[in-house]
């Protein structure tokens, strides 16, 4: 039976932030489901969407707590009759879970990272946790356990990993790594992060230290923050000062992590289903991740890649090098990982697992 959905996002954020998700939506329009978005009208999804036929209401609330953000969308969830309204971003479940108060509709909200929600937090109560929340869709298991113990009713809980496809990543070009000053035989590491202290990159400039030059091998720290006054003070303090190159942010870095050997994200907490390891594993890159939030979840430890526990320098550093030690198991553990991202993390499965959900809570399932 065909549903009635309205998503609430913002689709602004460069395309590979927001792919799966706004392809998901578009996927199921083209399932038979009458479907809607509030985003703004003038970003690259929202025309994207308006050509296959999604209708898009031109809003994007951008406060925690916005009166005029609720007014719109219950406006919008009351003349429109929905069965389903799923809620991208705190900003936006605060606007429906307000909004929908009354309404028939089902509200879903969306988790993406384990942690920093507590039944102890009155803020809990504005997003997540408020009554008026009929499902919370996490992007993994650990992320569903880490909501267990907070939320009133477990049930309401469900792991919904999001789907990528591997056409997406095909015709990217290998970046000529020369460029930064590595050496054309060198092993290159990348890790790509937003330098925060619970991605753990001085847990990985640590790790460079202890490896020894002559084993060729490589960093690439790349993402916001990774070139600071502070981060160049961090490497000039050990022998891998050299192998260590701060690229900070840039515009492209699939062409760098494609023509790097491997990468690393170094998390100490607070992970979901790390995009930068989905990335990677797509373009058969073998990626080395720590045991927190959905990584491990994503990677099999020795098969599609390696798994170290947070924090250890020591477990980084010899994972880098046994992966710079044997090419063709790195280049075997390559070829797993974007294999596994085609069978248990595909963009087909994300909008089943979807249509299942919502015509459930709607009562239409055969």
């Not at 999604?54 to 609330?61: K, R, S, T």
């Not at 929600?117 to 803020?123: H, L, T």
């Not at 840039?250 to 990335?279: C, D, Y």
Request: proline residues 6%; charged residues 20%.
């Amino acid at each position: 039976m065909a549903l009635k959905i309205l998503f609430v996002g913002n689709y602004a954020s460069p395309l590979h932030n927001i792919r799966p998700e706004a392809e998901m939506i578009i996927g199921l329009k083209q399932r038979g489901h009458a479907v809607e978005v509030m985003t703004r009208r003038d970003c690259y999804y929202a025309e994207r969407m308006a050509q296959f036929g999604i209708p898009i209401h031109d809003h994007l609330p951008v406060r925690k707590f916005s009166l005029q953000s609720i007014r719109r969308l219950r406006k919008v969830l009351r003349e429109g009759a929905f069965d389903i309204v799923q809620l991208f971003n705190n900003k936006a479940i605060v606007a429906g879970v307000f909004g929908a108060l009354g309404l028939p509709v089902k509200v879903v909200t969306y988790r993406g990272q384990t942690g920093n929600i507590s039944r102890f937090d009155p803020a809990a109560y504005l997003t997540h946790l408020n009554p008026r929340v009929d499902a919370i869709i996490c992007v993994a298991d650990a992320v569903r356990h880490s909501l267990e113990k907070e939320v009133r009713n477990p049930s309401i809980l469900v792991t919904i990993y999001k789907g990528h496809d591997l056409a997406w990543y095909e015709g990217i070009q290998r970046a000529d790594l020369t460029a930064f000053g590595i050496p054309r035989d060198a092993f290159v590491v990348a890790c790509v992060a937003n330098n925060r202290p619970r991605k753990g990159v001085p847990v990985l400039i640590e790790a460079a230290h202890q490896i020894p030059a002559a084993s060729r091998i490589h960093f690439l720290l790349i993402g916001g923050g990774m070139d600071t006054t502070d981060m160049r003070q961090l490497v000039g303090q050990g022998p891998a000062k050299d192998r260590l190159h701060l690229l900070g942010h840039q515009e492209q870095v699939l062409p760098l992590v494609a023509a790097s050997n491997a990468t690393v994200l170094p998390s100490l907490r607070r992970e979901g289903l790390p995009k930068t390891v989905i990335e990677s594993m797509a373009l058969a890159v073998p990626p080395i991740a720590t045991a927190t939030g959905g990584s491990p979840e994503l990677v099999e430890d020795g098969v599609s890649g390696l798994i170290v526990q947070p924090g250890s320098s020591k477990e980084l550093a010899a994972a880098i090098a046994r992966l710079q030690a044997d090419p063709e198991a790195a280049r075997r553990m390559g070829q797993a990982a974007r294999e596994r991202i085609a069978t248990h993390f595909n963009i087909r499965d994300s909008i089943e697992a979807h249509e299942r959900l919502f015509l459930a809570l709607a009562g239409k399932a055969g």
